[in-house]
């Protein structure tokens, strides 16, 4: 290779726009996750127990104002402020993977591109008179950026009576609208957001001066530990009074204090008084290295997908022991049944191809990766015929084996291959339950009673009974789809993709 030619250009507007798209929610929730994001990843780096973040508003005339964020954390020196490689460069991030839950590197500078902003002044210090300011801003074309190295202060502090004292303020300018929508719906945004970390007392905010707390319903709470691969996952449960918001039900995920997403799961064999009155909230800060790049999911993969499979095992072992069940989640009383169409699944399953799809693990024993003790993978997946079966396996992964499966080798960053285990398969079997009361799945897979659960009082199921051939072919449909719902966290399929596998199963298990 030689250094000839020049860098290529970048635009760095629609750079920054195509970094805003890649969030999946409202772009004013994205600026308030954002700055209390960063606050908690220097809270975190300085280990700092109940940061304080106190949140202001600030109306400089009828069309400008501000929203400010500071936090007492210690401030930026003046390399992180004024260097080349600091805070001012897009995409420049010190953090690595998993270390911090804001968005390494640009999340405080993608309201520079919204039309509810335009405009970011950032002030770092450790005294009234000892501090270093800038202001980031959008042009016609391009955005740029001011401090106080070059520039006079009062070019770059614009907001009407700011005094600083310590830590660090980011502030934003907003349009009238931001401004209306963040008066009435800030404090229900960072509850909805962040409540784990208020809850937990993980930050202390206050807004205009009036401490925010976190968001609980009325009724019992209990305080848990699920455990998942000798981990303890933080959790706290609850058994409400009124009922509780779709968004909340039933489980919600977090990572470092703030949601990632709720999952609500089939409770069909809960109390039907009670299904939309539990919930739980689980600190799942293991996977922090297995976010997307917005924070907003988690990557698809196997160790994800037995973290929340186990999950929802110890909330429904928690609903069982407060008697919410109308039998026992873990040895239903009605018979498990097997019949011509789990036989050809099993025997569909022990195929290479679609052994995946087996949600109780394959008919062979399979290896999996496991995680070191802080939960991290120090190995990479090497698509192939085998595990421990040839050129390849468990050694350096300079190749793959050549049985069934998938070989792993040392990543770029690991510096030995992951202790390997072995999982053994559990049969394929039916729970046909004339029971369920509210008809939200027409089947579910339920790993705490080992089956496929098929509700046989769903309307579609009746009107396709009274026909043999046809409540045959819905009987597969419902269970395929069950098991590819059940699996979607590890499939990272397009739409072709998942109608393709969806029809090619049909065809195979046909009676």
């Known amino acids: 290779m030689t250094d000839d030619g ?3 250009p970048v635009d760095r507007v629609h750079n920054i726009e195509n970094l805003l798209g890649m969030y999946e929610y409202n772009e004013l929730d994205v600026l308030v996750n954002e700055a209390i994001a960063n606050a908690v990843d220097a809270f975190r780096d300085h280990k700092i127990k109940s940061g304080k973040i106190n949140i202001t508003f600030t109306k400089k005339n009828s069309e400008v104002s501000y929203l400010s964020f500071h936090n007492n954390a210690p401030p930026m020196t003046k390399k992180q402020f004024y260097g080349k490689d600091g805070y001012h460069k897009v995409s420049f991030s010190s953090k690595r993977k998993g270390d911090g839950i804001g968005f390494a590197g640009v999340g405080a500078k993608l309201f520079l591109v919204s039309k509810q902003g335009g405009e970011i002044i950032t002030v770092t210090g450790s005294g009234k008179n000892d501090f270093m300011a800038s202001k980031m801003h959008k042009t016609i074309d391009d955005v740029k950026f001011k401090t106080t190295e070059k520039y006079p202060l009062k070019e770059i502090l614009e907001i009407p009576n700011y005094s600083h004292t310590s830590g660090t303020t980011y502030s934003v300018r907003l349009t009238n609208y931001a401004y209306r929508y963040f008066k009435e719906r800030l404090a229900g945004t960072i509850q909805y957001w962040w409540n784990y970390a208020l809850l937990t007392k993980q930050i202390v905010v206050t807004i205009d001066g009036k401490p925010l707390s976190g968001w609980e ?7 848990q530990s699920f455990k998942f691969k000798k981990q303890n996952i933080p959790t706290i449960c609850y058994i409400a009074k009124e009922t509780i918001p779709e968004e909340r039900l039933h489980i919600v995920y977090t990572v470092f204090g703030k949601r990632i997403y709720n999952q609500q799961i089939n409770l069909t064999r809960v109390k039907p008084d009670y299904a939309h009155r539990v919930f739980c909230i ?12 917005s924070k907003e999911r988690f990557i698809k993969g196997i160790y994800t997908n037995d973290c929340r499979h186990q999950v929802e095992k110890n909330f429904g072992v928690f ?23 789990t036989n050809r699944l099993e025997a569909l399953f022990k195929n290479k191809d679609t052994s995946f799809l087996d949600p109780f693990l394959t008919i062979k024993k399979q290896k999996i990766p496991t995680p070191n003790q802080d939960g991290d993978f120090t190995i990479a997946e090497i698509p192939g015929d085998g595990i421990g079966q040839g050129d390849g396996g468990q050694g350096d992964g300079g190749k793959p084996g050549t049985g069934q499966g998938t070989a792993y080798a040392n990543d770029e960053d690991g510096n030995e291959v992951g202790k390997m285990k072995e999982r053994r398969a559990r049969g394929i079997h039916i729970i046909y339950d004339d029971t369920i009361k509210t008809h939200v799945d027409e089947a579910v897979v339920d790993p705490a009673a080992g089956a496929i659960i098929i509700d046989t009082t769903y309307p579609f199921w009746l009107r396709c009974k009274s026909n043999h051939v046809l409540s045959n072919f819905n009987e597969m449909r419902v269970v395929i789809e069950a098991l590819m719902k059940y699996k979607n966290d590890e499939l990272d399929w397009d739409v072709k993709k ?3 596998q969806y029809r090619d199963l049909l065809h195979k298990v046909w009676i």
């Open 319 to 341: 609903l069982e022991k407060h008697n919410l069940t109308t039998n026992s989640l873990l040895e239903p009383s009605r018979q498990m049944l097997k019949n011509e169409l």
């Open 217 to 223: 319903p009325k009724g019992d709470k209990f305080k």
């Open 282 to 293: 689980v600190d799942v800060s293991i996977l922090a290295n297995q976010l997307t790049s």
């Open 6 to 8: 020049v860098p290529l």
């Open 498 to 500: 998942t109608l393709d």
